[in-house]
T-cell receptor
Framework: DVKVTQSSRYLVKRTGEKVFLECVQD?????MFWYRQDPGLGLRLIYF???????EKGDIPEGYSVSREKKERFSLILESASTNQTSMYLC????????????FGSGTRLTVV | GENVEQHPSTLSVQEGDSAVIKCTYS??????FPWYKQELGKGPQLIID?????GEKKDQRIAVTLNKTAKHFSLHITETQPEDSAVYFC????????????FGKGNQVVVIP
């Protein structure tokens, strides 16, 4: 079964820590995305990538960076975690060509204390 | 960019009744409209999608209709069951490349037994 795997379901980190959220997909998808989900705000795009070593800012990139060294892996980095980054983080992937839906991971619930 | 509005934000229905969620989109060039279901503690899952060359698509108890002229599309769930309780997201494709989707803010559906 094809899937998008996020390395952690729950994380608790301290303010100021550098945090890595990892996402791996096994579908050979070109596109990968990072979203955060907060009550009443829906899915907000942080960063996305169309190809290896390529990245583009989404709607709320401040305080985040990303890395895509291999096609199957897309990492979200919180350089210095803050309490307002407490959220559910969702990774997704899709084919590049044509119009196809995204496949989402199960999410990582991050709490910054 | 594309803007997707989703209504109502919360919907409660009696078990066995039908539920309808409506979305409007802004970009007349959008041509792909998926619907996602998110159960508690899980990532969104694609449940049905429709392309702009089709007006209606059905899969068992769920159906999606598309009105390109009015730029709106709807999810219909018939004979609702408790397991249909979830958050539902609609999305519409950006008209320019690389398969980006714009998401609505989500709709909480509660099926009352």
């Amino acid at each position: 079964d094809v899937k998008v795997t996020q390395s952690s379901r729950y994380l608790v980190k301290r303010t100021g820590e550098k945090v890595f959220l990892e996402c791996v997909q096994d579908m050979d998808h070109e596109n990968m995305f990072w979203y955060r989900q907060d009550p009443g705000l829906g899915l907000r795009l942080i960063y996305f990538s169309y190809d290896v070593k390529m990245k583009e800012k989404g709607d709320i990139p401040e305080g985040y960076s990303v890395s895509r060294e291999k096609k199957e892996r897309f990492s979200l980095i919180l350089e210095s975690a803050s309490t307002n980054q407490t959220s559910m983080y969702l990774c997704a992937s899709s084919f590049k060509a044509g119009r196809y839906g995204y496949t989402f991971g199960s999410g990582t619930r991050l709490t910054v204390v | 960019g594309e803007n997707v509005e989703q209504h109502p934000s919360t919907l409660s229905v009696q078990e066995g009744d039908s539920a309808v969620i409506k979305c409007t989109y802004s970009d007349s060039a959008s041509n792909y409209f998926p619907w996602y279901k998110q159960e508690l503690g899980k990532g969104p899952q694609l449940i049905i999608d429709i392309r702009s060359n089709v007006g209606e698509k059905k899969d068992q108890r769920i159906a999606v209709t598309l009105n390109k002229t009015a730029k709106h599309f709807s999810l219909h769930i018939t004979e609702t069951q408790p397991e249909d309780s979830a958050v539902y997201f609609c999305a519409a494709s950006f008209h320019y490349g690389n398969n980006r989707l714009a998401f609505g803010k989500g709709n909480q559906v509660v099926v009352i037994p």
